[in-house]
């Protein structure tokens, strides 16, 4: 079987629709992996020009930048992808060799040291040798928990996505704004009824269906920060030191108010984690309690959420008002709810007259993070369809249809243990959701 060059054909498809971003940035990446930065430089450029937040499109320009040794605007462009939060570990490599180039030796390594932690593999690259002497990085494995929360440089954010951005979830948003938005916007007026605004809301439900995705639309929403912090992995990381980078977590968030503090993974505050010593687990406990009660520090303008998949190992004293005092259930997306999803995760994609309500009724079970991964199908079939040939066509029903064919809703399996909690750990009904969705 012989290959022929895939980048006339690209070119060509693209002169039928130059706007299609996919597209675009295909060819821009077919040209950079094979050594052509020059030629994949305006590609992707382009492909940024027509879809600003487009991070593939703004990595990817990077990279040509930074192969074509023009560092500042690479710097650029790195530094605002590495602010969101999650960056990746090619983002955040790329950033320490650039960093490295403009001589800032110290971010370098800090920016090294993060994407070493998602990505093993670069331990033994070659940035690891060039990196290993600064101070502030040592060894490739550092003590973590001697690091501050500043210097762990979590990313603030200031989404700019709202609620117009989350399909269906209806319920969710007016407690949201019942609980967290209107007291802050009317905080003169619980002044005045000396009622103390506080707590929290804690959501639950099976993964993938829009708790991480709400909370920063929540931020959005009132033009605040957001703070997203994987609580597992910052416990475990700060074993030993936890409750004093707890502390400087809330206070980075008390000086950056208005903020959303977001805790996912909330199940890390379990009332008895195997993997810490139970007085370790304890104090961190009471720490985070402390914090959230604010007596010491006021919270005023910080809003906290926080996500579980297992909201029945929760210690039983976040549930106490004025802390947690509501547990939300996040149930997969019915069909409205999918339909509206569908459309959003298609804005701004070359789509024909596309029936969304007929595929909401085809992905039943399905989460919002299932129905992402049918685009993502359908999307790269398409794009395979477009290289054979040579002319992009929209996605239509039947591509999305297909696509789901192949994706297996991940809801199910969490009810069928969530069913357990909810018959037989349900003392105060806090779980008659579970059931109610079950029938
Ligand atoms: P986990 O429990 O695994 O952390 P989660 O409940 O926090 O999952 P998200 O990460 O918020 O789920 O959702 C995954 C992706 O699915 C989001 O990035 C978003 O693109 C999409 N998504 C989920 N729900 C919605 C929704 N209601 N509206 C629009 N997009 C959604």
Known sequence: MTFSDPVPALRDALRFSPDN??????????????????????????ALRLAPENTAAKFGLARSLFQLGQFPPALKLLDALTQQSNPEAAWLSLHARVLLQTGDMTKAAQQFRKAAEQDESLKTS???????????????????????????????ERPKLTFADVGGMEELKEQIRLKIIYPLANAELFK???????????????????????????????QANFIAVGLNDVLDMWIGSSERNLHE???????????????????????????FRQSDSRKVINQFLMELDGVEYSNEGVLILAATNTPWHLDSAFRRPGRFDRILFVPPPDQSARSAILRLLCKGK????????????????FSGADLKAVLDVAV?????????????????????????????????EWFSSARNYAIHANQDGTYNDILDYLK
């Open 380 to 412: 790269e079939r398409k794009l395979q369809e477009a290289m054979k040939t040579g002319r992009p066509q929209p996605l239509t029903t039947k591509d999305l249809t297909n696509a789901a064919q192949t994706v297996k809703p991940s809801t199910r």
């Open 350 to 365: 070359p789509v024909s007259d596309i029936d969304f309500d007929f595929i909401a009724k085809k992905t039943k079970d």
């Open 249 to 275: 977590l809330f206070d980075q968030a008390r000086r950056n108010s208005p903020c959303v503090l977001f805790f996912d993974e909330a199940d890390g505050l379990a009332a008895s984690r195997s993997d």
């Open 192 to 222: 005045a009824y000396g009622k103390a605004i506080g707590g929290g809301i804690l959501m639950y439900g099976p993964p993938g269906c829009g708790k991480t995705h709400i909370a920063r639309a929540t931020a959005g929403e009132i």
């Open 21 to 46: 971003v996919p597209l675009r940035l295909h060819l821009a990446e077919t040209l950079l992996n094979r050594g052509e930065a020059e030629a994949a430089e305006p590609e992707y450029a382009e």
């Open 126 to 156: 070659d940035l690891a040798d060039q990196l290993a002497a600064v101070p502030v990085f040592g060894s490739v494995a550092p003590q973590s928990s001697d690091q501050s929360f500043a210097q762990r440089g979590e990313a603030i």
